[in-house]
């Protein structure tokens, strides 16, 4: 067996998003990622000094390449070393995406959720599901049920996953179409794509942004395609529109009950996040695979943890209320402390709806 000391460098924009909190959740994310793998595949998960810079360091015996992958996609890793006396070797880690990162650094926008901080909710709610051994293997579904301006979607497709999201907001989900054509366009990705009313019995019911993106022409022509589809509604009819049991996370970073730019007109969306999460909930749920799982962020100035894990509880989803989840707690502002709920559908048996 060889046991080995590793390093990890954080991305340098870290620190800008999470301030001094940044290395105690790429600790936390990193633990979260070789859970996947198996229980205790890391150690001794610390954060050092080595030549006066930071790292958040581990233990591990006999790091297979795939554990290596895993690890490898934490939001904020810049690069794995491992540690031999006062030395450090590089360690090649190659992330999971599958098409360039722009896709998730382009858009910018006033209320836009930050891209690390997207693929952290990602990462970890994926390996809380069922599905998290297939997270390398397979296009996982994802389902976005307050998608804004897409930030969770573009995650999900640099991942070559399936991607869904709805959201109240027309201005929002239009200004995502509009990006998206324009960066399918750009990048020459064979795709198809297509906006506009959703009818059903000859009402129009919303809107709908529909695309499918071939990772490569030949996956393309092969059929081999992700589908990108996001509906302008009211999140609790989320049912009317996809197909329950689906989606193998559900992922959302809730509205923070404080005001992004000047936009005032949201009437219903200003209201608490525990009052959307409450008459939510059940539809969400719904949308889950058995074994699925939904991780939420929200700010905690606005409802406490206790609160919101009640809500999740009450609808018959396993809360996961235990280390290292337990600190994805950081501040981003003043106005907001942002916590991350991750819960799980039971494998067995219906939720509570
Ligand atoms: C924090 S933002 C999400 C931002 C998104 N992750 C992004 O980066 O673009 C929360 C979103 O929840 C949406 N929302 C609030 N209440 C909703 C409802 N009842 N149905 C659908 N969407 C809702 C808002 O329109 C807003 O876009």
Redesign the pocket.
Known sequence: MTTARYAALLLPSANRVYAEASLGLLAAELEILAGIAGPDRVRDVATDHLGGVPYVTFVADDLGEREVRLLANASTLYALFRVEGDALHPVAAPRLDRLDDDLVTIPKYA???NEQF?RLLLNVTVAASASADQMLDRPLRVL?????????LNQALLYGYHASG????AA?VEAYATFVRTYLQRKRLKHTVSFGPLRRDRKVLGKRLEATIGLTKEAFKAGDVRVLDVVV????RVGEFFRQGSFDVVV?????GVQHGSRGA?G??QRGPLD?LTS?VPAWTAMLRPGGAMGLAWNTHVAPRAEAAAVLAGHGLEVVDAEPYLRLRHRVDQSIDRDVLVARRPATGRAAR
């Open positions: 209320g836009k959720t997207t976005d049920p307050v998608c804004g301006r897409g930030s969770t709805i959201d109240v907001d929002d509604a009211d999140t609790r959302g970073d809730l509205p923070y949201k219903d969306l959307l939510a």
